[in-house]
């Protein structure tokens, strides 16, 4: 079993709906929680980062924590063509570790 | 700043070859790494240095080498290429974000293919 679990996809929405994203996890020493966003043919790059459970918002994203369940989530309010991304969770246990894990990514398509 | 900087972008080899993966970043940052990106399996750790003349292997290090003679420069060496190592080549940097965890930076990634 996968340390990390998500959500595969695609998904396909149209513009301005929300688009709901989740990854669970098996290691309960993971402390951060990250989002990052994948063009195609680009590398990823840090979209929003949680330090334990609740919410954090910023902008039309929104990223959300629960340990209890081991489940994190990412939701994006009033999506864009040019939200369309491959998503990934990443996770890391200890204050200042750089090893990351990171989930498969869900592909996400924004129609115009 | 260029920011993080790979080469060659793609790469054709046969199987048995060997070659370097090059990797520079010029952010002064001391956290570099190297992930293979494979369909239905996310970033996978292959190696990673905390500095200059410090590596350690991360989750797949199998016929891969690296070294980090200077701060900016982190390439990967295959070894003996096998058709399994067929993938996307992400090099990372980082820097410790406040007292927390690490922002990764990721360059524009080597699409290899082993024939």
């Known amino acids: 079993q996968k340390e990390v679990e998500q959500d595969p996809g695609p998904l396909s929405v149209p513009e301005g709906a929300i688009v709901s994203l989740n990854c669970t996890y098996s290691?309960?020493?993971?402390?951060?929680f990250m989002w990052y966003r994948q063009y195609s043919r680009k590398g990823p790059e840090l979209l929003m980062y949680?330090?334990?459970?609740g919410n954090k918002e910023d902008g039309r994203f929104t990223a959300q924590v629960d340990k209890s369940s081991k489940y994190i989530s990412l939701f994006i309010r009033d999506s864009q063509p040019s939200d369309s991304a491959t998503y990934l969770c990443?996770?890391?246990?200890?204050?200042?570790?750089?090893?990351?894990?990171f989930g498969a990514g869900t592909t996400v398509t924004v129609r115009a | 700043n260029a920011g993080v900087t790979q080469t060659p972008k793609f790469q054709v080899l046969k199987t048995g070859q060997s070659m370097t993966l090059q990797c520079a970043q010029d952010?002064?940052?001391?956290?570099m790494s190297w992930y293979r990106q494979d369909p239905g399996m996310g970033l996978r750790l292959i190696h990673y240095?905390?500095?200059?003349?410090?590596?350690d292997q991360g989750e797949v290090p199998n016929g891969y080498n690296v070294s980090r003679s200077t701060t900016e420069d982190f390439p990967l060496r295959l070894l003996s290429a096998a058709p399994s190592q067929t993938s996307v080549y992400f090099c990372?940097?980082?820097?410790?974000?406040?007292?927390?965890?690490?922002?990764?930076?990721f360059g524009p990634g080597t699409r290899l293919t082993v024939t």
């Open positions: 990372a940097s980082s820097y410790p974000t406040g007292t927390s965890t690490y922002e990764q930076y």
């Open positions: 290691n309960s020493a993971f402390q951060y």
């Open positions: 949680t330090y334990s459970s």
């Open positions: 990443a996770m890391s246990g200890r204050t200042r570790d750089y090893k990351l894990s």
């Open positions: 952010m002064n940052h001391e956290y």
């Open positions: 240095s905390v500095g200059a003349g410090i590596t």
